[in-house]
């Protein structure tokens, strides 16, 4: 996933309109590259930054044991952002932010990390403010082009990279995920695990796991735990010599 910001001198927004960058969604991918380097000729009075998280990044974060969900990641990594602008020196002055969630919790939350800006929190805000529809194109780029030119770390030997766009309405994208799919290891960290489609499939297709867990069998109560095994004992036992010394007639000394 790819999160963008855009911003642009109040004196100089008409500019953005004179462009006019529109939801990245509603463009094709020849009119975003086009409007990105429109963009970028305009640098004296428009910047931008990303922040890219990787499938696996994701994957781990919100399947891990205490759950770092998907909201929070995009709320952490939006503050992030707005701070590494004002940290270049942007004299920020309004903040306009597509919301995650509800967007009244988002804009409150934003408010109080950032109480002398103006946050203005709005669900498809990509198509209401233009310097969003501005940084959701940014974004957009820069996440087609890092899947077309994904290197994999993985030996996938003769497989089939025509993975298509990488998202669930994609013909190409279905069919590689079918035929990518490895029945005990799943999907290379290309793939989100933690995506509902990649999961529907791993639930139907792979093979299942079961993790016993001893402490909610009744049965199983007295069963020692694995833990004591490495627990460590009050006095130390003290072990046998090995046949080495035994042989050669040693034994251990504290003093000469």
């Known amino acids: 996933m790819v999160y963008g910001i855009c911003y642009c001198s109040m004196a ?10 529109a939801d990245s969604k509603t463009l094709t991918e ?16 428009v910047g931008w930054a990303l922040h890219i998280l990787s499938p696996n990044f994701i994957s781990t974060s919100m399947q891990q044991r ?8 995009s709320h952490d990594t939006a503050i992030g952002l707005i701070q590494h ?25 934003l408010k109080r990390q950032f109480p002398g800006l103006e946050v203005t929190v709005r669900a498809k805000a990509d198509s209401l403010f233009p310097v969003v529809s501005a940084a959701s194109i940014c974004a957009k780029v820069a996440r087609d082009r890092a899947v077309k030119n994904w290197k994999f770390v ?11 766009s ?32 990649a999961q529907t499939i791993l639930e139907n297709k792979a093979v299942p796991v079961h993790w016993d867990d001893n402490e909610d069998d009744p049965s199983q109560k007295s069963a ?3 833990l004591s095994f490495f627990a460590r004992k009050e006095a130390p036992t003290e072990r046998p010599l090995h046949r080495f010394f035994h042989e050669r007639k040693l034994e251990t000394v504290t003093s000469l």
């Open 166 to 197: 990488g998202y669930p309405n994609d013909p190409k994208t279905k069919e590689w995920l079918a035929q990518s799919l490895d029945p005990v290891f799943g999907y290379p960290q290309f793939v989100r695990f933690s995506w509902s489609t």
């Open 224 to 226: 020692q735990s694995l």
């Open 12 to 21: 100089q927004q008409g500019v953005l309109e004179t462009l006019k960058v």
């Open 154 to 164: 993985e030996d996938l030997e003769d497989a089939v990279l025509d993975y298509g």
């Open 85 to 109: 602008a004002l940290d270049l020196g942007v004299q920020v002055a309004e903040v306009f932010v597509d919301t995650v969630g509800p967007a009244e919790k988002y804009q409150e939350k």
């Open 66 to 73: 205490a759950k770092y969900n998907l909201n929070a990641l």
């Open 30 to 45: 020849a009119q975003r590259e086009q409007l990105f380097e429109q963009l970028n000729a305009t640098k004296d009075y």
